[in-house]
């Protein structure tokens, strides 16, 4: 299993709509492409995320690289022009790609 995680710097005036945005159009958009098996969105806590202002990092699991890939050049590019049109200027991003090596639950 891996993780796609996008870290995002909003801009502190917006983020609350940022956050419903994301939560009510944005995720729910992205998981329709049927790549993700699950989603989480977190809050940077700390002095780093006080110093920068709001961050959130969005995790999506996906089974391998070739779904990550398939979405990538299907689904990401239009997701990712609507999400840049409507908050431009007002967050910057960036994305990481991780491989889970362990997983625990109690």
């Known amino acids: 299993m891996f993780l796609y995680n996008v870290t995002v710097n909003i801009d ?3 983020e609350n709509e940022w956050i419903e945005w994301m939560r009510n159009v944005h995720i729910p958009d992205v998981m329709a ?10 809050q940077l806590l700390g002095e780093v995320a006080e110093a920068s202002g709001p961050t959130y990092a969005i995790q999506y699991v996906y089974p391998d690289e070739a779904t990550l890939e398939r979405y ?3 689904f990401a590019p239009k ?3 609507a999400h840049t049109k409507r908050y431009e200027n007002q967050f910057v991003a960036f994305r990481t790609l991780m491989k889970i090596t362990e997983e625990w639950a109690i």
């Open 12 to 14: 502190e005036n917006i």
């Open 33 to 42: 492409t049927g790549c993700f098996t699950s989603a989480r969105m977190s």
């Open 72 to 74: 990538q050049k299907e």
């Open 79 to 81: 997701l990712q022009a």
